[in-house]
């Protein structure tokens, strides 16, 4: 069974870096891709990004001066850094497999992490 | 970025009942759109890709249709466990972009 798990930091300051990582058992990092969503209070949701089985990473373009996603294989475990976070960065963070198959024809997140609620504030 | 124009915000229903949630995308979106559920626990999972494809596991009272700008999301026939949220999410051009989401209660 595939299964993500979210951990990092609940509470970040304005113009810090939030950092997350999203641990996967049941599948291979290098082996899909993987990506981010992030959820704002009032329900409006984001991708943020995702991060390819060989390990190149796509962004949201309102995000990419800001964000990086990385991964380490060897612990199966992929990572959201975002910079210079404020307030409007409260949300609560996702990680998930991205199905993406036939060019991008499918293109789908499969498996979800539980979320971890993150806020910006001083 | 493609704006998703998700109808209606939330909806009552009872047991059995047949609903319709509706995607209105700002352009056409050549059938490239998901359907998402997310239950009060925060559990999210994926229910429809690629307009209407029904993803392994999801039951068949699920279906998805639509082409161009409109897409739509039925559930023939509600169970007690189907009240929730659903999202739409469009991955023609990037980024992609999620509905706001419909919020599902029972009547």
């Known amino acids: 069974e595939v299964q993500l798990q979210e951990s990092g930091p609940g509470l970040v300051k304005p113009s810090q870096s939030l950092s997350l990582t999203c641990s996967v058992t049941g599948s291979s990092i290098s082996s899909n891709y993987w990506g981010w969503i992030r959820k704002f209070p009032g329900n409006k949701m984001e991708w943020m990004g995702y991060?390819?089985?060989?390990?190149?990473?796509s962004y949201n373009p309102s995000l990419k001066s800001r964000i990086s996603i990385t991964r380490d294989t060897s612990k199966n475990q992929f990572f959201l850094h975002l910079n210079s976070v404020n307030t409007e960065d409260t949300a609560t963070y996702y990680c998930?497999?991205?199905?993406?198959?036939?060019?991008?024809?499918?293109?789908?997140?499969?498996?979800w992490g539980q979320g971890v609620m993150v806020t910006v504030s001083s | 970025d493609i704006q998703m124009t998700q109808t209606p915000s939330s909806m009552t229903a009872s047991l059995g009942e047949r609903v319709t949630i509706s995607c209105r995308a700002s352009?056409?979106?050549?059938?490239?759109l998901n359907w998402y559920q997310q239950k009060p626990d925060g559990t999210i999972k994926p229910l429809i890709y690629y307009t209407s494809n029904l993803q392994s596991g999801v039951p068949s009272r699920f279906s998805g249709s639509g082409s161009g700008t409109d897409y739509s999301l039925t559930i023939s026939s509600l169970e007690p466990e189907d009240f929730a949220m659903y999202y739409c999410?469009?991955?023609?051009?990037?980024?992609?972009?999620f509905g706001a989401g419909t919020k599902l209660e029972l009547k």
């Open positions: 999410q469009q991955y023609d051009s990037s980024p992609n972009t």
């Open positions: 991060i390819t089985y060989s390990g190149s990473p």
């Open positions: 998930a497999r991205l199905v993406y198959y036939y060019d991008g024809a499918y293109n789908y997140f499969d498996y």
């Open positions: 352009q056409g979106i050549n059938n490239y």
